[in-house]
């Protein structure tokens, strides 16, 4: 049996879950063509179409619009410099 021809049962709402919160910018389109597969096998009519619908958009602006990171103070103290030649207390 080929790669093309294995046939996967459909995943749980925890596995898609695991599946589309580990998504990165680089990763996102790919995962978000893995969920429209698993959509397009549910069906129209199933009640995990409006959350299936609502991860691929996420997806789409994951990888379009890339990761916001917050911006703020690091909880990190205040380091000595590392200068060549710079002598230190």
């Given at each position: 049996m080929s790669v093309s021809e294995h046939v996967h049962d459909l995943p749980t709402d925890d596995e898609l879950a695991?599946?589309?919160g580990?998504?990165?910018?680089?990763f996102?389109?790919?995962?978000?063509?893995?969920v429209a597969?698993?959509?397009a096998a549910l069906g129209p009519t199933?009640?995990?179409?409006?959350?299936?619908?609502?991860?691929?958009a996420?997806?789409?602006a994951l990888a379009t619009g890339g990761e916001a990171g917050g911006e703020g103070d690091p909880d990190l103290p205040a380091r000595s410099s590392l200068a060549i030649g710079v002598d230190r207390p």
């Open positions: 695991q599946l589309i580990a998504a990165t910018p680089h996102a389109l790919q995962i978000r063509e893995r597969a698993f959509a199933d009640d995990r179409q409006d959350g299936l619908q609502a991860a691929m996420r997806l789409e």
